[in-house]
Antibody
């Protein structure tokens, strides 16, 4: 059974960089045709796709966040990571990692991790 | 970007009654080459990640009760719960994956018991 688990600091200061890692177990992150994505959800609000990385390393970002987002993959650790720079209070959210096939919806999700941006 | 708009924002339905949630996309999510609608529905309960219920607009994910059904094509879609159970209280989201990997979600519909 595939499992995804987010990890990283729960508190980030304004203007700093948010860094999260998603560890994948029960399957290989290098499996062909899979995308590995980040989605966030501000408290009490809806879901926003942040970006995804293809198993080959190609990256795709939400245009509204593209200037601040970097997603990378570490196949040796079966992990992929999110960096979001210059954060503000508006970036406070539960951050989820998830998997999907090409032209398919997200089928496996992590439990999510709350990141609060505050001084 | 394809904008997804759900209606209503919230809904209260009596146990055993039918619940209907609508989702409209700003452009068609129907691929003419395979006649598939790239539209999914998720259920999210408090403190949990979203759970995939339906994909291709009308195909239930494995293990999803058959009281959940999806319909529609092109730009207009519906999620129906035929007989509401207490465990169905949740927020429901539609999502287009036509422009995968750049996907978008609806704003969500909160479903409660009347």
């Amino acid at each position: 059974q595939l499992q995804l688990q987010e990890s990283g600091p729960g508190l980030v200061k304004p203007s700093e960089t948010l860094s999260l890692t998603c560890t994948v177990s029960g399957g290989s992150i290098s499996s062909s045709s899979y995308y590995w994505g980040w989605i966030r959800q501000p408290p009490g609000k809806g879901l926003e796709w942040i970006g995804s990385i293809y198993y080959s390393g190609s990256t795709y970002y939400n245009p509204s966040l593209k200037s601040r987002v970097t997603i990378s993959v570490d196949t040796s650790k079966n992990q992929f990571s999110l960096k979001l720079s210059s954060v503000t209070a508006a970036d406070t959210a539960v951050y989820y990692c998830a998997r999907h096939l090409s032209k398919r919806p997200f089928d496996y999700w992590g439990q999510g991790t709350l990141v609060t941006v505050s001084s | 970007d394809i904008v997804m708009t759900q209606s209503p924002d919230s809904l209260a339905v009596s146990l055993g009654e039918r619940a209907t949630i609508n989702c409209k996309s700003s452009q068609s999510v129907l691929y003419s080459s395979n006649n598939k609608n790239y539209l999914a529905w998720y259920q999210q309960k408090p403190g949990q990640p979203p759970k995939l219920l339906i994909y291709w607009a009308s195909t239930r994910e494995s293990g999803v009760p058959d009281r959940f059904s999806g319909s529609g094509s092109g730009t207009d879609f519906t999620l129906t719960i035929s007989s509401l159970q207490a465990e169905d209280v949740a927020v429901y989201y539609c999502q287009q994956y036509y422009s995968t990997p750049q996907v978008t979600f609806g704003q969500g519909t909160r479903l409660e018991i009347k």
